[in-house]
């Protein structure tokens, strides 16, 4: 439900919530205070390319659940999510703005992109916007094509570095640190047999993005308390493990987590996955790993 109070809105998918996210997101909090608005994002979901082309191998740097969050950080009070079907594809330039954006939202404002597209095809743009704005009684604030430019740009390369491992330089991008949420799970349980326990991680968004196979150094906050740890993801190779996995070892951490849902920061990336010969040699290295996430970790209280 949407309160019927007056509304600045701007229109996206906000996928990663980024520093060029960011700067239109200030915009639209800085103009519903100016003018005693409510701050708005109306953001769609699913992908329109999961429900159009039924393209299911794109990821996403965000669930729904976490984009809703991050955007309501940022000072947004009210995240409206259309449910994108081939029905609200469908709906002309008119009737969405009308029915959606006026009579829905109450919308006064709308921040928006010079190179916006909307209404069935995508066939309406910011000129027929700037259009109905004289029709239906509200105002079209535009943004700059750099803008757009550092927004495109953004979230494509954070899904490279993402990709490439690159965790520090994803979150240049993001302006925080990566994360996932995931409940903690049962799993083989090897980590034990060398005195390495973790807490293998279930996601269930299939469209999450899921940084490449490697070790890295992660935080998390339990019960209150922030703990660091190092994450592996990959398939086990050493004991010929097939199923891609999620797994943490929490530092100085000995307690019973699991059917906790947790958030889990990615820090640093500190090696990708290997096979070794055995698992006393796997122990030597992940001792080795412990060290040199345990001198990051030193490096961020200095």
Do not use: C, W
């Not at 996928?15 to 239109?24: A, L, S, Y």
């Amino acid at each position: 439900m949407t309160s019927n109070l007056a509304k600045v809105t701007t229109i996206g998918t906000f996928d990663g919530v980024h520093i060029g996210h960011q700067k239109i997101l200030k915009q639209v909090v800085q103009l519903a205070e100016a003018n005693g608005y409510i701050p708005v994002v109306l953001t769609l979901f699913p992908h329109p390319r999961m429900v159009l082309q039924k393209d299911d191998s794109i990821k996403l740097l965000n669930t729904i659940e976490e984009r809703i969050e991050l955007l309501k950080t940022f000072g947004i009070k009210e995240v409206i999510v259309k449910k994108f079907t081939k029905d609200f594809a469908n709906l002309s330039a008119e009737d969405y703005v009308k029915h959606i954006l006026v009579d829905e939202l109450n919308t006064k404002q709308i921040v928006i992109g010079y190179d916006h597209h909307f209404g069935k095809n995508r066939s309406a743009n910011i000129t027929d916007l700037k259009a109905f704005a004289k029709l239906y009684d509200f105002n079209v604030e535009e943004i700059s094509a750099q803008d757009i430019k550092h927004v495109t740009v953004s979230s494509t390369k954070i899904r490279s570095a993402l990709n490439e491992g690159q965790v520090a330089l994803a979150n240049s991008y993001l302006g925080y640190n990566f994360f996932i949420t995931g409940t903690v799970i049962k799993g083989k349980e090897l980590g034990r047999t060398i005195d390495f326990p973790t807490a293998n991680i279930s996601i269930t968004a299939t469209y999450k993005l899921i940084p490449s196979d490697g070790v890295y150094v992660v935080k998390s906050k339990i019960e209150n308390k922030t703990v660091f740890g190092m994450m592996n993801i990959g398939t086990n190779p050493t004991v010929n493990g097939k199923t891609r996995s999620i797994e943490v070892h929490f530092f100085d951490f000995n307690k019973d987590i699991y059917n906790s849902e947790l958030k889990i920061e990615f820090l640093k990336r500190l090696r990708s996955e290997e096979k070794f010969q055995n698992l006393e040699a796997l122990k030597t290295q992940l001792k080795q790993d412990m060290k040199n996430a345990s001198d990051y970790i030193k490096t961020l209280n200095d």
